[in-house]
């Protein structure tokens, strides 16, 4: 339930000191060479708040080039935005991302569909859509494309619907789906369908099951391993500045509001967008592979009704993550906070 801006609850902060994308004026020692990838961002970001941490995270990440940011939207029925808009609502988040961080790129952020696939063969149009395959079928790069969704798959079903060449073009990172038999259980109590599936079942049946796209796929047993504590949260990331202390904020409201109907409050979040920074922007410098994860290779299923997965004979490879390194990714993320909060800091006191 990150909160919409609407400039009477919080106005926007708007930071002194500002950038574009493709450089990194808050490194003192600036980055040696160019991007070693391309990545398309897909998040719900009106939804859970650590969605803006994976945000930030990557738009701080200059060994990725962000080409664009899609906005994407949360079942109609959600609690954390059932407004019917919440694909509108994630654009309006992610521009006031980038205005708390001076980052005057805001030509990348494009909104998706409002609504889920109503079948397997309709696409939903959404200037995402047609963002997406445009970047996908670019012939002047030689990068490599991913990507990266931490919510529904809509847009990316809907771009692969309409041209279906996106498929040998890019490689999607994308957390969400349950457990897979041999690997994990299921946590207690959990949803008949994953969370990031129910956004729309139907997409996820069109990636897995109709498409040839490329899949490394963070399922809930492990994307439910990355926690934080409030302790670090408290010190590493609303002790580094205004954009840190925003980022904490979103979460308190959440963990406020939820302690109310769990008993209590709870001393961890999980940041569960997280690894699609650690397994795109994180690379090895050798022979470059998120080489400190850990995954296996299987058949990619195709996905029933109810979320399960399906068996399919000579199905294409997929990557299954089974475990993520935490320690990287979430040290990675404090201290680049920290070297951007000195950053804009400097520009409050004076600093040179």
Not at 21 to 29: A, E, F, H, K, V
Not at 178 to 186: P, T, V, W, Y
Not at 201 to 225: E, K, L, N
Request: proline fraction near 9%; charge should be negative.
């Amino acid at each position: 339930m990150t909160r919409i801006p609407n400039g009477e609850t919080r106005p926007t902060d708007t930071a002194e000191r500002t950038w574009t994308l493709g450089t990194t004026p808050w490194q003192r020692i600036p980055p040696v060479g160019a991007p070693r990838a391309r990545v398309i961002i897909d998040n719900d970001f009106s939804g859970d708040p650590d969605d803006l941490y994976q945000l930030v995270h990557h738009l701080l990440s200059p060994s990725v080039d962000i080409r664009l940011v899609v906005a994407s939207h949360l079942r109609p029925d959600d609690p954390f935005d059932p407004s019917g808009r919440s694909a509108q609502n994630a654009a309006a988040v992610v521009r006031d991302v980038f205005a708390r961080m001076g980052l005057t790129s805001a030509e990348v952020v494009v909104a998706g569909s409002d609504a889920p696939l109503r079948d397997r063969a309709t696409p939903q149009p959404a200037p995402a859509v047609d963002a997406i395959i445009a970047e996908a079928l670019r012939d002047d790069v030689s990068t490599p494309l991913f990507y990266v969704a931490g919510g529904g798959l809509t847009d990316i079903a809907s771009a692969c619907l309409v041209e279906p060449r996106i498929a040998e073009r890019l490689t999607l990172v994308w957390i969400g789906g349950a457990e897979h038999d041999g690997l994990a259980g299921a946590p207690p109590n959990p949803m008949p369908i994953e969370y990031n599936l129910l956004i729309d079942p139907v997409a996820g049946q069109v990636v897995f099951g109709d498409s040839t796209i490329p899949v490394w796929q963070v399922p809930r047993d492990v994307y439910r391993q990355c926690l934080v504590s409030d302790a670090e949260l408290r010190v590493r990331v609303a002790g580094t500045g205004p954009l840190g202390r925003y980022l904490y904020d979103e979460v308190a409201v959440v963990t406020t509001m939820i302690a109310t109907h769990l008993g209590g409050a709870s001393e961890s979040y999980a940041l569960g967008d997280s690894p699609l920074v650690l397994l795109t922007a994180l690379q090895s410098v050798f022979e470059p592979d998120p080489s400190s994860s850990r995954y296996v290779t299987r058949p990619t299923p195709a996905l029933g009704d109810d979320g399960a997965y399906l068996d399919v004979p000579d199905a294409r490879p997929m990557r299954v993550y089974t475990w993520v390194d935490t320690r990287l990714m979430f040290e990675d993320f404090y201290l680049k906070l920290a070297e951007f909060g000195r950053w804009q800091s400097e520009a409050a006191t004076g600093a040179a």
